[in-house]
């Protein structure tokens, strides 16, 4: 009953759902092959669909970006976090901090469904419901709503992306765009002048990389360096071109 309860709030046919079908036909792949280099099943990706339909959220309780990550947990994960950068922003950088976490979850318990579990409860939380309940099967345990219903929602989202003709649905085929990426060495004092020399504006510097925070950008290790996604430059317009256009017609 769970399973097709979430099933429809997750198919209606609406804007919302259209997004984010083409939202998941972007970053689905992405993140599939992140996992699939750290061994983890591929059902995974839908951890992130669950979260936040791959948007960078802010939620009422302070979980931030597609995996709605809590900012103890993102520094125990090891993801930066201060006054100028927050990599729980960059679904790159973020997807390979939710790895840790099943990687260390599943090393807990053994158990990739417990480890989805832990995902929304917590791995304390789950070992802790196990101990008070003296269960050994994840179905056997009496949980909150929410982890109740977490697994289902997983189950739910693979279903509708997999199978989107059962539902009405169409999936669309969208790739992530092809992008420059920018190592950086040295400290950059103003994020606007280096977007200029790079031909581009620091709105779209900060729209392709929104885990800068602020406009300067400092390495704080020795030997560290950061990366910076920025699109590459489009053939400029020549601006008598419409002019030209109009006299010959």
């Avoid at 989107?164 to 765009?177: H, S, V």
């Amino acid at each position: 009953m769970s399973f097709y309860k979430e099933l429809r709030l997750n198919t209606q046919q609406n804007k919302s759902t259209t997004l984010v079908l083409k939202d998941a036909s972007i970053w689905l792949p992405v993140i599939e092959k992140i996992l699939i280099q750290h061994n983890i099943p591929t059902d995974f990706k839908y951890v992130a669909m669950v979260e936040s339909n791959f948007r960078n959220l802010v939620s009422n309780k302070n979980a931030v970006g597609f995996w709605q990550l809590k900012e103890e947990t993102a520094r125990e994960l090891g993801l930066e976090i201060n006054d100028e950068v927050d990599e729980r922003y960059d679904p790159i950088r973020s997807t390979y901090a939710a790895c840790r976490f099943f990687k260390q979850a599943y090393r807990q318990f053994g158990s990739w469904t417990v480890t989805a579990a832990s995902y929304n409860r917590g791995m304390g939380g789950i070992e802790r419901a196990f101990k008070k309940q003296k269960a050994s099967d994840y179905y056997d345990l009496n949980l909150n709503k929410e982890t109740s219903k977490y697994i289902y929602k997983l189950l739910a989202v693979k279903d509708m992306v997999e199978h989107p003709k059962r539902y009405g649905l169409r999936m669309y085929r969208w790739e992530r765009e092809r992008v420059r990426m920018l190592k950086v060495t040295q400290d950059i004092e103003d994020l606007n002048d280096y977007a200029i020399k790079n031909n581009t504006s620091l709105y779209v510097l900060k729209l392709y990389n929104p885990w800068l925070l602020s406009n300067t950008l400092t390495i704080k290790e020795r030997g560290g360096s950061y990366t910076i996604e920025l699109p590459y430059p489009r053939p400029k317009v020549r601006k008598d071109s419409l002019i030209t256009a109009k006299e010959n017609i």
